[in-house]
């Protein structure tokens, strides 16, 4: 007996429903960035493992999903190699190339590669699959969509400004009440300058970002057992535990960074991009109305961290207020990822939304709109030869006019034809016989009501228009 298919564990099938949720998820992303000058582009599903490797710190690259070597993957090994069993140096003998674990280092390769036929500033979103070892739970796949949108070569603060309108826009579009996290790793840089622990900002940043997952005890253990001391570590608990408004928080945290020139760097970035997306900003100049540009809460989070090595800005990210799921969009600054590629000094900012996690969250809030699912409007039943013959140059004007029709391929009974109708909610049914070909019309069933009218394709058409 043959065994029973399979998927991988942390993947999914998705069926013709399914597909056009996602498609809907896809295209109201793609209409926001463009709606602010964004171009698609899409690279390769694999790229070489020196292109992957140490940009994503060492957690990073243990979920790296490795790719065999073509042919004898074994010949560069040799049978001590192989004894030793030493899976990480078999892995760098065996492998050259691996799934892409984002869609930002991937671009940066990009950038560097294709300097010469861009122009700067360069603004591109690019939606694709990523792939991360991880452990499969709810909300986290090994395979997933993300759907990023970056800009590069220009240091203005007003690219996060308008990365911040168009996450706003996007989630005001779908109907999903969200919050905003900000912070910026300049600001995580100069607290461990200010307790003494700077060569620690890597172990400091990787622990307070699992805050809302392990828990204030939890994360401190680790920061000990990174090497900090009880009184650093005890010099953090304030500035973790930060409470008030953005702006309490703000000058607080510039208070105790008054002695580090980088920490208060990023206190002034944060400070332009909340004024700006809050309208004070403006409030001096008589050309415009003191107001929030932004339908959803930003908030200022001094415990976000981003784990990701490449940050040196600004950090966002993204929670849905009426689901428990993790974050649905992150993103960042990244002045020196270009720098790897052999091309120093390239700023650039980015953001990327978490396709699969939105389209469970839009699930689990009955948010799709019904128009989303765009399946079949209109079933021709098949009678016969000489029926079917009539009724195709009618389905190809219906089709003309925009009408999503089908004919049943069979001359199959009526009531099979009808439940396949019923089966795909296809909501209008077209029925030609003898009578309606000799008065050359047709009769349209709404298998809603059951209601039938005796039309002309016009009238049918327009009839069918109106659902």
Known sequence: ???????????????????????????????????????????????????????????????????????????????????ERNPLHLASKMCEKGLR??????????????????????????????????????????????CDADVVGSDSLLNEVELMQIVDTVFTRFGIRVQIKINNRKILS??????????????????????????????????????????????????????????????????????????????????FILNTLSGKAAADSSLFTLHSSLNNELQLDLTLARGLNYYTGAIFEVKAL?????????????????????????????????????????????LYPKESVTGTQLLFINFGEKETAYCLPLIAQARAQGIRAEIYP?????????????????????LAGENEMNAGKLTLKNMETGEQQLLTIDELIQACSRT
């Open 322 to 366: 009426d689901v428990q799921i993790g974050s649905i969009t992150g993103g960042g600054r990244y002045d020196n990822l270009t720098g790897i590629f052999g091309m120093p000094g390239l700023s650039g900012v980015g953001i990327s939304f978490g396709a699969d996690r939105i389209y469970d969250v839009l699930g689990q809030l009955d």
């Open 410 to 430: 069979d001359a199959a009974k009526m009531k099979k034809q009808m439940s396949y109708a019923n089966a795909k909610q296809i909501p209008f049914v077209a």
């Open 1 to 83: 007996m043959a065994q029973k298919p399979s998927i991988p564990k942390g993947t999914r099938d998705f069926g013709p429903m399914e597909m056009a949720r996602r498609n809907y998820i896809f295209d109201t992303i793609k209409e926001v960035y463009a709606l602010y000058g964004f171009q698609q582009i899409e690279t390769p599903a694999m790229e070489t493992l020196q292109t992957l490797m140490g940009k994503y710190g060492e957690e990073g690259d243990k979920l790296l999903f490795k790719v065999l070597n073509s042919g004898d993957c074994l010949a560069k090994v040799s049978d001590e190699e192989l004894a």
């Open 190 to 271: 100069g607290i461990a300058e200010v307790i003494g622990a700077a060569d620690k900002i890597v172990d400091i940043t990787v622990a307070i970002d699992k805050l809302d997952k392990i828990g204030i005890d939890n994360v401190n253990a680790e920061l000990r057992e990174d090497g900090l001391t009880d009184e650093q570590i005890q010099k953090l608990q304030p500035i973790i535990l930060l409470e008030g408004t953005n702006d309490e928080k703000l000058n607080t945290i510039a208070e105790v960074l008054k002695d580090s020139e980088t920490g208060l760097k990023g206190v002034e970035e944060l400070r």
């Open 101 to 146: 674990y984002d869609l930002t280092v991937p671009f940066a390769r990009y950038v560097v590669m294709h300097r010469e036929e861009l122009q700067l500033p360069f603004k591109r979103y690019q939606i694709q699959p990523v792939w991360r070892a991880d452990r499969p739970q709810k909300g986290r796949y090994r395979e997933f969509y993300q």
